[in-house]
């Protein structure tokens, strides 16, 4: 049914995003779909790596050690963004069209009173994406 | 560190960089938490002492105007009085440390490692830092300074041009206009580039190449190592977001009432507090909008557009100005500047006191204690430039916009107020004082004044925001620990709280001392930053050239 799966994680959340992963993994083993992990960071150094080759590399063994993990065929996919804080939709929709994603499997919260001022980056992606979005909560 | 560093000492061959091992990760030290709906993400203890001090300063201020206005005010001209060879030593360190990693090998080191590419293009990039930089200083003082210069400073004693009566006396002209010119230069020329470039460089070595993280602090890890991640550095950093945060409150109040000036020369808009207060609402909500659109988004279209009609301001002086003595003057001033760089950086055996303490070492603390900001926003934004590219970027092209900007602004107010008794510019700096609309005043003198103006204030505005919300970016950083991920709640704090500041200010009294306050940080920074050449140096030469 697709092609290429994205999930969008957080590498220092990960723990959290179990929900969205799990999903992600049911759609792709059946049919041997391959899994993008994609994170975004900016070039700065931050708590996880400390340049961007660093970041990278690190994605990447995540996503091996999550294909060892469920069976299934994934890699990492690293965008580096001026301010994530702010262009975090920007540049998950700029990783849909790299890698060639149909999919995009991702968490998002349940919507609160913020969700007025600030759209969840989930709803962002959904309104704006031009392939399926699936929203885990 | 607590992975596979690449660093034993010897440079990789290809070079990302050469990282500094530390246990320290970033962020270890913060509070990841929710307040309401908002999550937070902020260092303890710089976030909370940082707040709780600015917000504690700001309400003795208003509660004892008579005791800590005049304390202030006399710790920063104590200062700037005692300590002017300190801060104009210092400043020539800062350029002579910049002009050498131009011209040595050090130079080739690429930030953020060999193989970088810059973040920004040129244009984007020079808007961003010219902005943040000094951009609102060039509109208040383009036009004040070369004429003040010239007719009262009389630096290294070059005589006014102008009688006790105010009559013109031909021939000390041409040498005061040449003077006026290069003490102006002077001033907003090489040192206050090169004590930017110093801050900047530091830090973007520190972290883009070293992985540590974007704030003040990590310059001192070659001094103090481990215990940079401790309260040594921790007061670096609260000094640093202090320092900003009424630097810019302070500039945003005295702002607010030189644009209230300007609306009421233009357009007769009543001056008082309602009108500021709106203006200081408009400006940070602006700047909101700016910091929630992120630094691509907000920050640099801004600093973009205000680029744009900061040069058709400046052409249409220079076209509407004496065109063809400007043309010629902006070689004359580049000469003046050479020839009286090098006495005007010599703090000893000088008779202009006045100039030198009031104006020189006040101008260098001031960059002094701009420089954590502005230093920390550059960074931010040159990954991927050679420092060689960095510096000539930073300091030498900033040099001359500022040559041509002042040349054209200063000179034609000079020609204003020479040619002209009756001018304007004569009546608001040399008659009766009133700075603030010394510029409003030359463009009146000119054509189509009223669209001049307008776009006048319109640029004043506009460089406000530009700074208002590169600050509230860098003190968002510092406070979240050197993180530039963290939730966008927190800057929507600081610029908030930055436009309160400025209000409360404004309406209780204290801008002045606090502005003074600000000026006098410059005094502990002055110490960081000279810290930081020798950090610098030494971190570049660990770095694969």
Redesign the interface.
């Known amino acids: 049914m697709f092609k290429k799966i994205l999930v969008p994680i957080d590498l220092q959340h990960a723990d959290k995003l179990e929900k969205a992963i799990s999903v992600g993994v049911h759609v792709a083993k059946p049919d041997g779909i391959p899994l993008v992990f994609t994170a975004v960071?900016?070039?700065?150094?931050?708590?996880l790596a400390?340049?961007p080759?660093?970041f990278k590399s690190?994605l990447s063994a995540y996503a091996a050690s999550e294909a060892e993990k469920h069976g299934i065929e994934a890699t990492g996919h690293a965008v580096f963004s001026?301010?994530?804080?702010?262009?975090l939709e920007d540049a998950l929709l700029k990783a849909v069209k790299e890698t060639g994603a149909d999919l995009v499997v991702m968490a998002t919260h349940i919507p609160?009173?913020?969700d007025h001022f600030?759209p969840s980056n989930g709803g962002k992606i959904a309104s704006h994406a031009d392939v399926s979005v699936f929203l885990v909560r | 560190m607590s992975d596979n560093a690449t660093n034993q000492g010897i440079p990789d061959p290809e070079g990302a960089a050469s990282l500094i091992e530390t246990d320290y990760e970033i962020g270890q030290d913060n509070i990841e938490t929710k307040l309401g709906p908002f999550d937070l993400d902020i260092h303890n203890p710089v976030f909370l002492v940082s707040g709780l001090t600015i917000a504690a300063f700001t309400f003795l201020t208003l509660a004892f105007q008579n005791e800590v206005g005049p304390f202030f005010d006399a710790l920063r001209t104590w200062l700037t009085s005692n300590l002017d060879w300190f801060f104009i030593l210092a400043g020539n360190v800062f350029v002579i440390v910049c002009l050498a990693l131009i011209v040595t090998p050090l130079g080739n080191v690429r930030i953020g490692g060999k193989d970088a590419e810059p973040d920004y293009n040129y244009f984007g990039w020079f808007a961003m830092l010219f902005a943040a930089g000094m951009g609102i200083g060039l509109m208040f003082f383009g036009v004040l300074e070369p004429v003040y210069h010239m007719a009262f400073s009389e630096p290294m004693g070059v005589p006014s041009p102008f009688d006790a009566d105010g009559n013109v006396i031909e021939e000390n002209v041409a040498a005061a206009k040449a003077m006026g010119m290069a003490a102006t230069i002077f001033h907003w020329g090489l040192h206050p580039w090169a004590i930017y470039a110093v801050v900047a460089l530091a830090l973007a070595l520190f972290s883009f190449n070293k992985g540590l993280p974007l704030t003040m602090r990590s310059v001192f890890y070659p001094i103090f190592g481990e215990k940079t991640w401790g309260w040594p550095g921790h007061v670096v950093d609260i000094l640093a977001v202090f320092a900003t945060l009424f630097g810019l409150a302070t500039s945003l109040g005295f702002g607010a009432q030189q644009a209230n000036a300007g609306l009421n020369f233009v357009f007769g808009v009543p001056i008082g507090n309602m009108a500021q207060i709106l203006l200081i609402i408009g400006i940070t909500t602006i700047a909101l909008i700016s910091v929630l659109r992120g630094l691509d988004g907000g920050v640099k279209v801004l600093s973009e557009i205000n680029m744009v009609i900061a040069a058709l301001l400046l052409i249409f002086v220079i076209a509407a100005g004496p065109t063809a003595s400007l043309v010629s003057g902006f070689v004359e001033n580049l000469g003046a500047y050479a020839k009286d760089i090098v006495p005007l950086s010599n703090p000893f055996g000088r008779e202009d006191d006045s100039f030198r303490h009031g104006w020189t070492a006040f101008y260098w603390a001031w960059w002094i204690s701009w420089s954590p900001f502005v230093g920390m926003f550059i960074a931010r934004v040159s990954r991927g430039r050679s420092v060689r590219e960095f510096i000539i970027c930073v300091l030498i092209i900033p040099t001359i916009v500022s040559v041509i900007w002042m040349t054209a602004f200063g000179g034609t107010a000079m020609d204003q107020v020479l040619t002209n008794p009756d001018s304007q510019v004569h009546k608001y700096v040399i008659a009766s004082y009133s700075p603030e609309l010394s510029l409003f005043g030359m463009l009146s003198d000119l054509p189509m004044a009223s669209i001049t103006s307008f776009i006048a204030i319109i640029l004043v505005i506009v460089f406000f925001v530009t700074s208002s919300d590169s600050g509230s970016l860098v003190i968002d950083t510092i406070t979240a620990g050197g993180k530039v991920d963290a939730p966008v709640a927190q800057r929507v704090f600081w610029c908030t709280f930055e436009g309160l500041v400025a209000i409360a200010l404004l309406l209780g009294g204290g801008l002045g001392a606090l502005q003074a306050m600000a000026v006098s940080t410059g005094f502990p920074f002055t110490i960081v930053l000279l810290l930081a050449c020798y950090a610098i140096i030494k971190g570049l030469m660990e770095e694969p050239r």
């Open positions: 960071t900016s070039n700065a150094p931050s708590a400390h340049t080759d660093e690190k001026h301010d994530p804080a702010t262009d609160n009173v913020a600030w």
